[in-house]
């Protein structure tokens, strides 16, 4: 269970980064503890898996990455266990999902990918069917970015 010091450290810590030589002094100066004790509850948070990972988020079009394309494949379902497990490995895939098909929409299993080009795209979409053996896939490509953040909790 998370007490209210718990909320407010990852309240803290979903907001931009400090770009200073010590940001986790400085973050828990503003929180009013030490950083010790920030660390030390970022560490056990680690460990229980009640969070995953810290890391950066990089605004991809900003840098280059123009195209990206929800690619939905169709995976025997004995195999969804061996394909998620081969393709969360492969760091040009950002998510990785499988879901339930539909009658009309028999994809179950869905990879979104990032690159430069289309053209770019489509050759990664090419080599992940190449190492699996799965064939039947469409992409979808994004034409407009409505709306990009992480998931925030404890905000209100």
């Known amino acids: 269970m998370l007490d209210e ?16 030589a010590e940001p986790y002094r400085e973050i828990a100066e503003k929180l009013g503890i ?11 948070y680690r460990q229980s898996g009640k969070i995953r990972k810290m890391g950066a988020v990089l605004r991809h079009r900003e840098v280059g990455y123009a195209a990206n394309a929800l690619c939905a494949w169709i995976v025997p379902d004995e195999r969804i266990q061996e394909i998620g497990e081969m393709l969360a490995k492969d760091t040009i895939i950002s998510h990785l999902y499988a879901r339930v098909p539909k009658p009309d929409w028999p994809y179950n299993f869905y990879t979104m990918i990032h690159a430069h080009t289309r053209k770019d795209c489509k050759v990664i979409a090419q080599g992940i069917a190449e190492r699996t053996g799965l064939q039947e896939y469409v992409m979808l490509f994004s034409t407009k970015e409505w709306k990009k953040i992480s998931m925030q909790y404890f905000k209100d």
């Open 5 to 20: 010091l718990d909320k407010r450290i990852i309240v803290m810590m979903q907001e931009e980064f400090p770009l200073v």
């Open 34 to 44: 030490s950083e010790d004790e920030l660390l030390s509850r970022l560490k056990g």
